[in-house]
């Protein structure tokens, strides 16, 4: 995209916003690996490596985007 996208340190990876372009299947059930209440912020046409971390408790994901609405 053209704008800068940020993502917290609890947001379901698997739904960030889809201008950001990666392997969503394989971060279906994941976070970002940052403590908690900070962020990553991701600027245009930037590329980076983060590490996630498995969402934990019950894996009953509601919110979001909306894409997941259940399990994962």
């Not at 960030?16 to 046409?45: H, W």
Request: hydrophobic letters at 40%; zero cysteines; a neutral charge.
């Amino acid at each position: 995209g053209d704008r800068p996208v940020q993502v917290g340190s609890h947001f379901h990876f698997y739904e960030t916003n889809a201008a950001l372009s990666f392997d969503r299947e394989a971060a279906r059930g994941y976070r970002l690996d940052i403590a908690a209440g900070t962020a990553v912020r991701f600027e245009p046409g930037q590329s980076r490596t983060v590490q996630l971390v498995a969402l934990d408790g019950d894996r009953i994901v509601y919110g979001f985007n909306g894409r997941i609405m259940g399990a994962l």
